[in-house]
């Protein structure tokens, strides 16, 4: 399966509604700190967006739940991982998506086969703190050589006047929180990515 170029990730089904009609064909919903009766019914209603508007759903951390939700893909970090049952994933015939931010992570999300990779924080990102500052585009050119054909992702303090140098340095795909979600508006916003990724 290809997906999108554009991959957007929001915390509420609110922003899959508002932006799902625009064209957004690949969207993550990322959800933190909620009780597990907001999250199960979070992950139900951005199914049936996604499943009405043709477009790929991949739920962030809660792989039990995409799982009894009947959903595709999930996408978990190298902490996720750890407590992750790999098994019951791939039998309930989940797609993988993983975090990696440098070489040990890669080399040992290499050998679980994910169904994609992504490499973060291209550019310092303002969403949350982590210990890698920077990652630079010769990273993304290194990583995409290293991954071969398993889509790469390149996320982290990514704009539109920044997707085109990512793609080109070897990103497949680029993601994307606060370009959107702080924007004065992010309806415009989420039309120029479109344009600039397809
Ligand atoms: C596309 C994409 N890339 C990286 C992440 C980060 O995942 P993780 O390291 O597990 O951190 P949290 O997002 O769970 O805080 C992601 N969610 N999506
Ligand atoms: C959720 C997340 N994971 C990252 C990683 O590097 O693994 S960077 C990131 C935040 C992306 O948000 P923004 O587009 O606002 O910088
Ligand atoms: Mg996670």
Redesign the pocket.
Known sequence: MMLDRF?P?FDHADWLRRMLPLGVKLV?L?I?DQPDAVVRDQIAQSRDLCRAHGAVL?V??FWQHAIEAGCEWI??????LDAADLNAIRKAGLKL?V?T?DDDELERVLSMGPD?V?L?PVYPTIL?KMKWEQQGLPRVTEWKARVGDIPL?G?GGMSVARAPSALQAGADII?VVTDITLNADPETRVREWIEVTR
């Open positions: 991959y990730i993550q990322r933190k991949v962030n951390d996408h978990l970090g190298q902490e996720d998506g975090s931010h994609y992504a973060g949350k992702i996320i993601s």
